[in-house]
């Protein structure tokens, strides 16, 4: 009987949210696509990976995703894995559950945390350590950029100002923010965002700023939040609009959609003021997760 390696495994993995504390949208270009300028931050929340992998003759991967109906094949998190084992010509026979909570629609980017971690994750256990593996680790970042426009900066982590598409990425460094997530039943497909975001604006050229002044400063705790999208989809979603005001009846600072929707999240002084928030908004049907960045 030929030999069989054991599996590496590394069982419940969280896969971070993220929220954008600003989101500008350049105008259309002629490709079709929109430069944009975000910021973005990880929360302590999201979906938990488990992996188990070893060396095969030929790649297998088994992708259990308990509730979420969608052909593996389509999910992120399996197409990360294959164009890891193609990449790196090494076959791999892979099994993964993923327990999804952050919902697809969102503006969370669920989906491309997940695979990003996926990536981490695979890294590890063929490469080991990243920095004896620089350039290993660059061919994971094009893998990352090839699958999703968001992929790249949830691979580094933390806080960052994000330009371009999304895929130039600089880190920053920002106080902890204590929220309260609202996840509504509203679904936003982003390809429609864009266009209702093109339509609201019509022949008006929306200008990218630059990162905000206040990022460089060490001194504030709520920032100036901003999002290009909020506007025209919450238009376009009336089921969206009281969302916002019960998180400044519970107590938010600040509050604003996240992404392209449908998610909202509010910025509190404290873990106290969030948890009793979340409370407030659940009692009023909404479906409340307090957390905070990392």
């Not at 929360?43 to 992996?51: A, F, N």
């Not at 806080?159 to 106080?175: D, L, M, R």
């Not at 929306?206 to 025209?232: Q, V």
């Not at 509190?268 to 049907?285: D, E, M, T, V």
Request: with cysteine; proline share 6%; charged share 25%.
């Amino acid at each position: 009987m030929p030999f069989m390696p054991s599996y590496t495994s590394y069982p419940n993995i969280l896969c971070p949210a993220k929220v954008n504390l600003i989101l500008r949208v350049g105008p259309r270009r002629k490709d079709g696509f929109h430069e944009i300028e975000t910021l973005m931050t990880l929360l302590h929340w999201g979906d938990v990976l488990s992996l188990s992998v070893r060396n095969a003759k030929v790649t297998s991967i088994d992708l259990k995703t308990p509730g979420l109906h969608l052909a593996q094949e389509k999910n992120l998190v399996y197409r990360a894995v294959q164009l890891f084992s193609e990449t790196f010509r090494c076959p791999l026979d892979a099994k993964i559950l993923l327990k999804k909570v952050v919902p697809t629609g969102a503006g969370l980017g669920g989906g491309s945390s997940d695979a990003a971690k996926v990536l981490e994750l695979l890294f590890k256990w063929k490469f080991k350590d990243r920095k004896k593996n620089l350039q290993t680790w660059k061919e994971v970042k094009k893998i990352a950029a090839g699958l999703g426009a968001d992929i790249p900066f949830f691979l580094e982590g933390g806080a960052a100002w994000c330009t371009g598409f999304g895929e130039k990425i600089q880190k920053v460094v920002h106080p902890k923010f204590w929220m309260v997530i609202v996840l509504p039943k509203v679904k936003v497909p982003t390809p429609w965002a864009y266009r209702e975001l093109d339509r609201v604006r019509g022949s008006y050229q929306r200008k990218l700023e630059g990162r905000p002044s206040w990022l460089n400063s060490n001194s504030y705790s709520i920032p100036e939040l901003e999002n290009d999208f909020e506007f025209p989809v919450v238009s376009a979603k009336p089921a969206l609009k009281q969302i916002k005001k019960l998180l400044a009846e519970s107590g938010a600072a600040a509050a604003l959609m996240s992404g392209s929707g449908s998610s909202f999240f509010g910025l509190y002084s404290s873990q106290a003021s969030a948890i009793k928030a979340s409370k407030y908004l659940r009692k009023r049907g909404l479906r409340a997760i307090p957390t905070a960045s990392t």
